[in-house]
């Protein structure tokens, strides 16, 4: 085990991500002479961190997609962002996006793989939602990979600049509750607090002019 693979105790991280897919309904031009006659769409689904620009690569050897075996080579290995495949299609099914991490005797991560199952939307939810007039479908969600107990490299990768998350201390390991407050909730209470303090000088100020005229106005009384 290199030295960097110590796990800091009773300490979590979280990334914020997002998964899921486009679609596109095929039109005669978007149509390629190549493409299947019974294919009505286009489509492509994808995983990326909420805060797209942030590289991933240090922690992540790559990110497969297994696709319904009516595809050839169903299983898309993606090594290097965009995380995503793109094909066409006529139906739906749940494809598994499967995140490998390096491996921890190398770098010291030492995360376990995850599968996150995504259901392929190429029709709309609800018939009752207005629809889209291009008969587009855009099915995202948003979930967080927590990372418990991360190794000091892992660590290191996640709070270093530009990713910047803020660790939290786990109060009760048993119940893994989880207390944090992400760095943009803190820019944004930290903004409140300017405002506030700006409304209460404000206020005074108000009230100061409104006595300073209500004492003029009995002078002249
Ligand atoms: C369904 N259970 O019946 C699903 C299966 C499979 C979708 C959907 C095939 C693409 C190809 C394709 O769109 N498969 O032939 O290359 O709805």
Known sequence: MSSN???????????????????????????????????THEWTVFF?????????????KKVTFKLHETYENPIRSIERPPYQVTETGWGEFEIIIK????????????????????????????PQHPKRENGEVHSILYDELVFNEPTDKVFEILTKKP?????????????????FIRPDENDELSRLDVYIEKIKQETERQAELYSRAEKEKNNFT
């Open 48 to 60: 990326k961190p909420v805060l797209g620009d942030l590289d991933l690569t240090p922690l992540l």
């Open 5 to 39: 693979s110590k796990r800091i105790k009773f300490v979590s991280i979280s990334l914020p991500i997002l998964y899921g897919n486009h679609a596109y309904k095929l039109t005669p031009e978007t149509r390629k002479t190549t493409t299947p006659a019974d294919h």
């Open 163 to 179: 990713i910047n998350l803020i660790p939290y201390k786990l109060t009760n390991e048993d119940k893994r509750d989880q207390e």
């Open 99 to 126: 995140l490998y991490f390096h491996p921890g005797v190398d770098l010291g991560i030492n995360e376990k793989n995850f599968q996150i199952f995504h259901a392929l939307k190429l029709h709309p939810y609800n």
